[in-house]
């Protein structure tokens, strides 16, 4: 099954955007956990959809149902089972256009992929729709990581050429990074995410799309958490950060520009620190072999601007075999990066707290 991740945690993602609900099956919980319902329920607000102008007007509550594995407030360590309804779907959307393979969607891999028997209506399974239940579980996860002091934050850090601020590697605050989640438009300098409101608006007039970058960092993780080779932190942060629909890239610390520095000045060379062994520089993003070095795990995430777009495109009608144009008309987001920060939290906090299970370091 292609629907399933993880070894100490297990998650498997189910349903359909315009199928009666989506949801999610996570086996290897720990038991006795009490659940924040107030936090979840924030958590998943964070990533809805229909609730700005830079937004798909498709209005869902995002509200769960815990099927299975939580009893008297905690739970119970067998699977927990949630399911999200869908509420809003208007399918007519897909139906003049269902032979004609949207580009840059899963329409034309989906439909190869699955014999033709795919659920095109909304994408499908191949929805944006599917990150809701992977932030039910990423809430839950970030509950666990927060008893421990543990803080994951992120913020837009671009959209098309427009910048936030950069993170400092070294001297990240946990304050920022709550500061962070608790914005509706997240990024760090309010002029820049003003600019990139406009921008996003101009676009969408426009019929058109644009994409951008997601910084994200994580704090207080203790050091020695991964493992070298297929268990690397960076291994298991970049499965889940990719399974997320629109993904198409990650790195960690200075990433791609690395490789414009000479060893001298990209080695993090430590020193102690109030007893403790610290780096002067944080280039590797907290993971040096795989493992965490005790700095803050840094990392980007490239997000590809939204594929569904009203301006005129070609492409194929695979049922009369011809070449065709296609203007996509319907609820679209105009740029997913908002949208999408909750989410590349929630499946970093998942990856975390997997790693650390296999240190028996969770509870
Ligand atoms: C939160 C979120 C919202 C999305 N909204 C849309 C949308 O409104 N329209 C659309 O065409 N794609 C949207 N996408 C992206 C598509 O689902 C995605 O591009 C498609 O499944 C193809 O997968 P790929 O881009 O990973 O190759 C969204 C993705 C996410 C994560
Ligand atoms: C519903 C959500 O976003 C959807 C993601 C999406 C896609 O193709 O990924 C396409 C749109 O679906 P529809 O055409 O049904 O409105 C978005 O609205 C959501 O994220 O919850």
């Known amino acids: ?184 438009f997240s990024v760090i300098d309010p002029e820049k995410g003003k600019e990139m409101k406009d921008y996003i608006l101009k676009i969408k007039e426009e019929k058109d799309s644009v994409g951008g970058v997601i910084e994200a960092a994580v704090v207080n993780l203790p050091r020695g958490i991964g493992s070298p080779f297929f268990d690397s932190v960076e291994s298991k942060l970049s499965h889940l950060l990719f399974s997320i629909p629109a993904v198409k890239g990650v790195e960690f610390g200075a990433g791609f520009d690395i490789t414009k520095m000479k060893g001298s000045s990209s080695n993090d060379e430590l020193y102690i620190r ?32 939204t594929p569904s777009i009203g301006k005129l495109q070609r492409t194929v009608d695979i049922e009369k075999g011809i070449n065709t144009e296609i203007e996509i008309e319907g609820r679209h987001d105009p740029c997913i990066v908002p949208r999408a920060v909750p989410v590349i939290e929630a499946v970093c906090a998942v990856a975390l707290i997997d790693l650390m299970m296999e240190k028996g370091g969770l509870i």
Request: glycine share 14%.
């Open 274 to 305: 109030k007893e403790e062994i610290s780096a002067y520089s944080n280039n590797n993003g907290g993971i040096v072999g795989g493992i965490t070095n005790g700095m803050p795990i840094i990392f980007r995430v490239a997000i590809k601007p």
């Open 1 to 184: 099954m292609s629907g399933i991740w993880g070894k100490n945690i297990k998650l498997s993602i189910f349903g359909e955007s315009h199928g009666k609900a989506i949801g999610i099956v996570i086996d290897g919980l720990p038991s006795g956990i009490k659940l924040d319902h107030e936090y979840i329920s924030k958590e998943m607000k964070r990533r809805a959809p229909g609730r700005s102008k830079t937004a798909t007007p498709r209005k869902e509550g995002d509200n769960y149902e815990i099927l299975s594995g939580y009893f008297n407030g905690r739970t119970t360590g067998t699977p927990l089972s949630a399911a999200i309804y869908n509420t809003n779907q208007r399918s007519r959307d897909y139906e003049a256009t269902k032979s004609i393979m949207r580009p840059g969607h899963a329409d034309y891999t989906g439909h190869v992929r699955y014999s033709g028997f795919n659920d095109y209506r909304g994408g499908g399974h191949f929805s944006g729709r599917l990150t809701a239940p992977l932030v039910f579980a990423g809430a839950i996860a970030k509950q666990i990581l927060s008893n421990k002091n543990i803080v994951i934050g992120s913020h837009i850090k671009s959209i098309g050429d427009i910048e936030d601020r950069s993170f400092d590697g070294v001297n990240i605050e946990a304050s920022l990074l709550k500061e962070l989640t608790g914005k509706e």
